[in-house]
């Protein structure tokens, strides 16, 4: 059965740590895979990744994946309070849709 | 919020009785979708739709229906409503099929 697997649950660092969130998938035919934040309300696009060794950074944040090993990370340099909440990684194997992981929760404290 | 909007924001309902939730964009994508979040699964897909009147089943969508008459509405329908149902429901749309999604700020219902 194709399946998405966030790990770690959760997670609390100290602000300006810098933390990786990883997304391994078991799915045929991959197509893409997608990172979000979500704080309190809907999900809001971070990343989409469709080929291998490509990193994609915005600000602090970046995600590369890797189609031979079948995960995807999900990186966040001095991290911010802000920064606190569930990230979520969705995965598409079938061309309609996405499937997401469970989410991993962070917590950042001062 | 980016164009998608949910109705209503909340709602608590009793097991046995029909609720209907509508989501509405402006952005005329063709793509919309039903999405529970519920904790410990994450989010999962009820229905999507690719187009008006064309609808296709998620993995979760026993007890519940959809509608989409014109493209930017897309209703799900729980025809009787059960606590099982009790979720964060989340519409989400996209213009391609494997475009990432933009979410609405979803509903909270509450079945007693």
């Known amino acids: 059965e194709d399946k998405v697997v966030q790990s770690p649950l959760s997670l609390v660092v100290h602000e300006g740590d810098t933390v990786t969130l990883n997304c391994s998938y078991e799915?045929?035919?991959?197509?893409?895979l997608l990172w979000y934040k979500q704080e309190k309300k809907a999900p809001t696009f971070l990343f989409m990744l469709?080929?291998?060794?490509i990193e994609k950074k915005s600000g602090r944040l970046s995600s590369i994946l890797d189609k031979k090993e079948l995960f995807s990370i999900l990186n966040i340099t001095a991290t911010q309070t802000g920064d606190s909440a569930i990230y979520l990684c969705a995965v598409d194997f079938t061309g309609n849709q996405f499937y997401f992981g469970t989410g991993t929760s962070l917590t950042v404290i001062p | 919020d980016a164009g998608i909007t949910q109705s209503p924001r909340h709602k608590v309902t009793e097991t046995g009785t029909p609720v209907t939730l509508r989501c509405h964009q402006t952005?005329?994508?063709?793509?919309m979708y039903w999405y529970r979040q519920d904790p410990g699964h994450g989010l999962r897909l009820i229905h999507y739709s690719y187009g008006v009147k064309d609808t296709d089943k998620g993995e979760v969508s026993d007890g519940y229906s959809v509608s989409r008459s014109k493209t930017e509405d897309f209703l799900l329908t729980l025809e009787s409503a059960t606590s099982s149902q009790t979720s964060v429901y989340f519409c989400a749309i996209s213009a391609e099929r494997d475009y990432g999604y933009t979410f609405g700020s979803g509903t909270r219902l509450t079945v007693v």
């Open positions: 799915v045929t035919n991959f197509r893409s």
């Open positions: 952005e005329n994508h063709r793509y």
């Open positions: 469709t080929s291998s060794g």
